[in-house]
């Protein structure tokens, strides 16, 4: 009973991405799209290192085009984004300082939840003791909190 909601979500979710799927290939025709060579040359390279090295890169690319839109293009196709054909290009750099820094974001975000602002389990909210009358704050300050006035009496 507890996981119907998360059954749901997820049989909804199924429902309507199979929808979505079936109405885009009813559109094309029952066909896969056609792409030139042109149009991902890392796709189409031979080289297994140039295309793995590229595909890591090119998230690396858009994060900074993101932050500093310095070169902007409707078009990205063709020789836009020059293939990692070596591990000896700089610009592996910032792929190996992107996927850390993600590693790391993931890393900090995962270790351990937070425990500030959690007394015995229960989370404080705004200093005020819990219902069941446990606190992290004790009982005196809490009293002196609620007996100063929030503005200066005349």
């Known amino acids: ?3 119907l909601s998360l059954f749901l979500s997820i049989s909804l979710l199924t429902f ?14 029952n066909k896969p799209p056609s ?11 031979d080289s297994l290192l140039a295309r793995t090295l590229t595909f ?8 900074w085009l993101l932050l500093c839109p310095d070169t902007l293009s409707f078009d990205w196709s063709m020789d836009a984004v020059p293939l990692l054909k070596t591990v000896c290009d700089w610009r592996n750099l910032h792929t190996v300082a992107f996927y850390s820094g993600l590693l790391l974001l993931a890393y ?7 425990l500030e602002g959690e007394c015995n389990g229960k989370a404080v909210t705004n200093g005020k003791q819990n219902a069941n009358g446990h606190s992290c704050h ?3 300050e ?11 009496s005349k």
Do not use: H, I, Q
């Not at 199979?18 to 559109?27: E, K, P, V």
């Not at 792409?35 to 796709?43: G, K, Q, R």
């Not at 900090?108 to 937070?114: H, T």
């Open 1 to 3: 009973r507890k996981n």
């Open 16 to 29: 309507w991405g199979t929808s979505l799927l079936g109405a885009r290939l009813y559109w094309m025709g």
């Open 35 to 45: 792409f030139s060579n042109s149009d991902n040359p890392a796709a189409d390279s």
């Open 56 to 63: 890591f890169y090119l998230p690396t690319k858009n994060l």
């Open 108 to 114: 900090c975000g995962l270790k351990n939840p937070s």
């Open 138 to 140: 004790s009982d005196v």
């Open 142 to 152: 809490y009293r002196n909190s609620e007996m100063k006035p929030s503005f200066a």
